[in-house]
Each structure stands twice: as structure tokens, then as C-alpha cells.
């Protein structure tokens, strides 16, 4: 058996760590210089931390080289035809700006296209099954590249952000009347404009629509972000024309697909293995399972280890104000959360709770996950969301649950009162038993079932100690 000691930094404190076979096993704590010295650092999110075996002035397919030399990953020649994919977009985007707005007129007005409008590269969108590489690929690939104005950020993050934006316009602009009708005011291309003056590249990972609301205003939103000279990377589980699948109103999206294959070139990443289950340990000491009659003890010996020598912190509740909504957590220590499943997923919760919960614990103890089936598929929806939010801002997860991440959620068999109210929003929409709409996959789970393939697989790479150091490099 493997015995690895291990330091994990956080704020305040180091946590020494003894690891067996690449899990917690035992802990001890000590005061840190380095975290006194500065203080509870909050962590930047759109950029990835280069590791120490990297530098600025590599490219993707150097760095790329660089890890297999070191061992850090395995000789694959489909990630490496998709890194040289990259490679040639990170030459293309060397010292890249967008057309300015008055070349863009003069183009208009005289006919002449500028270098810049015309030598704008495609974008990438980089699909393919969970676990194959395609978020660390493209994290590579933004470390490198040399576009001035750039973000890498969570799609879902990004369209929370787009209808905030949009929300703040229109309160901002007064309503226009004229004699005959009201003059509607369309916020869509002023946000584009704003955001492609803050970014001229756009990574995103997570590609996927589920909301209706997002649904809507994606064609018009990226036509205009495109037209801005805006150059889209993104990584999916699903190909552009598997988007929104059985989504409601899904005819008002398909447009927007065309839009994107036009501006990104589509790249599949199925080489058919997923690393992060290759780097499960054989036992694991943060995923405990609640029938196990010592759990609850196990996760109170967790907690107070990670709690120890906080300096001055004390277990306490916390309020944060989100939006205006207090959200009340009542168990905290520093940067430290425990909680339970009730809380997090049976509560009225969203993506924004759970990215402010990120960024201020580093670390989150989750109790009591049970089985669910699409009976609870409205909780199950807000745990692959909590999952999503915690896995993409590095916040470490210790859990209780029934079930091996593998067997926490099953299609199962509607109730009477899920087919009910199903049959209530079907008559509030005014869809029939038997049409086609009848299967979309807000009354079908599909799209759930499908996420939650991503959802195991990142809980499984949660509990290395890998991803546990990926916070660490962010702080040191």
C-alpha cells in the first residue's frame, strides 16, 4: 500500500496530510506563514494556474510534450491531434485584435474588408464523452495564447452573467412611447458590444443549454458577439447538433447551431477513455456512504481536522447576501462549510448561490445525498449544478451519500403527483399528450440523465488528491 504524506495549503493554516493509495488517511494541521503573511485570499477563477512545469512562453503543443515528458499524462494520439488543432489556432490568434467599430463602418460604407476582418479565425468547439480531456486541453491552450483580452469562464456562469447584464439595461433605459405603439428596446447587441470590449476571446467550458430563457437569445446574442469579432473555444459534452435536444420551443434555437458551426470549426474528442476514473484509488476517506453505521462520526472527525488551529475562527453561521437574498448557512468555520444535501438541493437554490459559496469556502462538507430518480429530478438538476460550480472554482467536496457517485441517480418511475404536474405544465403550455413536445426533456429527464454521466465523473476526480492540490497552486 502506497503511503504519500502530502501538504495542502489553506487560508491560515497548513493541513498536513497523510494519503494511502492517493486518499485522505490522516490529518494534522499547523499554523502558515505564508497564508498570515496573506491573509483570506480570494482566488481568481478565469484563468488556470500554470503549473510549475510550465511557463508563458510555451505553446499548447510544447507544454502539451512538456507533461507526457514529465509523466503527468499518457502518450494519446487523438488528444494530441486535437492539441495540434489548437496549436494552429493559437498561431492564427498571435497578436489578435477585432476590427474596430470605425473600420467596420468604413468597410460597410466603401466596400473594402480590413486584414483584421478578413483573416478573423474560427473559433474551436471541442465535444466529446466526459472524463477525455477536453476542459485541461482547453485550459492549455488559453494558459498560452497571447490575445490581449481574454476570459475563460463557465458557460453557465457566462449566461447568468448575459441576463443580469440585460436585467441592468433595461431598468437603466426608460420605456419610449409613440402615438400607435410601444418602441421595444433590444439589449441583446449593446451587452454584445460590452462584453467583446472586455474580451476578444471567449474560452468556455461546459457548452450546454438547458434553459429556455438561454435558449432564446442565443443566435441573436452570438450573431452579434461574431460580428464584434469575438473568437469562441468551447468544450461540451454534446455535438452543436444535439444542443437543447428536445428542448421546449426548440425551433427558435436551431438557428443559433448554424450560427456557431459557421464561426467554430467542430472538433469530436471520443478516444473512448476517461482519465478521471482511471485515477480513482481503489478506497477513499472524503465520500463516505450513510449506511455505514460510523459515517456521521467519520464526517465530524473530517470537519474538526480541517477546522483545527483556525486562528480566532469560530464555528458560526453566515449570512451572504446574494442579490439581495440572504442565504443563511448555518454551520461555518473561515473558509470552511458544512451543510447538507436538504439545504443545498431541496432549498430554492441556483448557479449564482453556488458560485458565491465558492468563493468564500474553499472547502464544502456535504451530508446526506440521497438516491434520485426523476421523481426528484428538480434536486437533481440543482446537484449537477452545485457539482458543476464547485468542480470549475476548485472547492473541495467531502460528502455522505446512499450510493456510489455511479448509482446516486436512475431514471426510476414517474410518481402519480410528478406525472400530474406534468400533465398541469403540459395544459399551462399548451402542448398535447401526444405531440412531440409531449417529449421534451423537461418532462422526460433526459437531459439529467445525460448530465449526470459529466456529474460522476467529476465526483470521482474530486476525491484525488490531484484535484484536492489544484487549490492549493492557486493560493501558493
Not at 512538456?66 to 488528444?79: E, F, P, S
Not at 464547485?390 to 473541495?396: A, G, Q
Request: aromatic letters at 10%.
Amino acid at each position: 500500500m502506497k503511503s504519500v504524506k502530502s501538504v495542502i495549503l489553506v487560508p491560515r493554516r497548513i493541513f498536513m496530510v497523510n494519503y494511502v493509495n492517493g486518499f485522505v488517511k490522516q490529518y494534522t494541521t499547523a499554523p502558515s506563514t505564508v497564508a498570515r503573511e496573506n491573509g483570506h485570499q480570494k482566488t481568481g477563477h478565469n484563468e488556470s494556474t500554470l503549473t510549475s512545469t510550465e511557463n508563458e512562453a510555451d505553446s499548447p503543443i510544447s507544454a502539451y510534450k512538456k507533461r507526457i515528458a514529465l509523466g503527468q499524462l499518457q502518450q494519446d494520439d487523438y488528444q494530441m491531434s486535437v492539441v495540434e488543432r489548437l496549436q494552429s489556432l493559437y498561431d492564427k490568434l498571435d497578436n489578435y485584435e477585432p476590427p474596430s467599430t470605425t473600420v467596420n463602418w468604413l468597410a460597410k460604407t466603401f466596400g473594402f474588408s480590413s486584414k483584421n476582418e478578413t483573416d478573423k479565425p474560427k473559433g474551436l468547439y471541442l465535444h466529446g464523452h466526459v472524463g477525455t480531456g477536453k476542459t485541461m486541453l482547453m485550459d492549455m491552450f488559453y494558459q498560452h495564447c497571447k490575445v490581449k483580452r481574454r476570459q475563460r469562464v463557465h458557460f453557465h456562469k457566462f449566461m447568468l452573467d448575459v441576463h443580469k447584464r440585460v436585467h441592468t439595461l433595461k431598468q437603466s433605459v426608460p420605456r419610449q412611447y409613440n402615438v400607435r405603439k410601444t418602441q421595444s428596446f433590444d439589449p441583446i447587441p449593446p451587452v454584445a458590444k460590452e462584453i467583446s470590449l472586455e474580451a476578444w476571446l471567449l474560452c468556455f467550458d461546459e457548452f450546454q443549454v438547458t434553459d429556455i430563457a438561454d435558449a432564446v437569445i442565443l443566435k441573436k446574442l452570438f450573431t452579434e458577439l461574431f460580428k464584434c469579432g469575438v473568437v469562441v473555444v468551447a468544450t461540451s459534452n454534446r455535438a452543436p447538433d444535439d444542443l437543447y435536444k428536445n428542448g421546449l420551443q426548440r425551433g427558435n434555437f436551431v438557428p443559433f447551431i448554424g450560427e456557431l458551426k459557421k464561426h467554430c470549426e467542430v472538433v469530436s474528442l471520443n478516444s473512448g477513455v476517461d482519465y478521471r476514473m482511471n485515477t480513482l484509488p481503489a478506497e477513499g476517506r472524503i465520500y463516505f456512504l450513510t449506511g455505514d453505521g460510523k459515517c456521521e462520526e467519520k464526517i465530524d472527525e473530517v470537519f474538526q481536522a480541517l477546522i483545527a488551529e483556525q486562528e480566532e475562527q469560530v464555528i458560526e453561521s453566515r449570512v451572504l447576501d446574494i442579490l439581495g437574498r440572504m442565504l443563511i448557512l448555518p454551520e461555518t468555520c473561515g473558509t470552511i462549510l458544512k451543510t447538507d444535501f436538504d439545504s443545498m438541493c431541496k432549498q430554492a437554490r441556483g448557479a449564482i448561490d453556488y458560485l458565491e459559496i465558492s468563493k468564500e469556502f474553499d472547502t464544502v462538507i456535504l451530508e446526506n445525498i440521497p438516491k434520485m430518480t426523476l421523481f426528484n429530478k428538480t434536486e437533481a438538476r440543482r446537484f449537477i449544478t452545485l457539482v458543476d460550480t464547485f468542480y470549475d472554482n476548485k472547492v473541495r467536496l467531502v460528502c455522505s451519500a446512499a450510493a456510489k457517485p455511479k448509482e446516486l441517480f436512475s431514471a426510476g418511475n414517474l410518481s402519480q403527483k410528478n406525472f400530474d404536474d406534468n400533465r398541469n405544465l403540459m395544459d399551462d403550455l399548451g402542448i398535447q399528450e401526444k405531440s412531440d413536445l409531449a417529449t421534451a426533456s423537461i418532462f422526460t429527464g433526459e437531459e439529467e440523465l445525460f448530465a449526470f454521466e459529466r456529474t460522476v465523473s467529476r465526483l470521482t476526480e474530486m476525491q484525488t488528491e490531484e484535484y484536492w492540490n489544484l487549490r492549493n497552486s492557486k493560493i501558493s
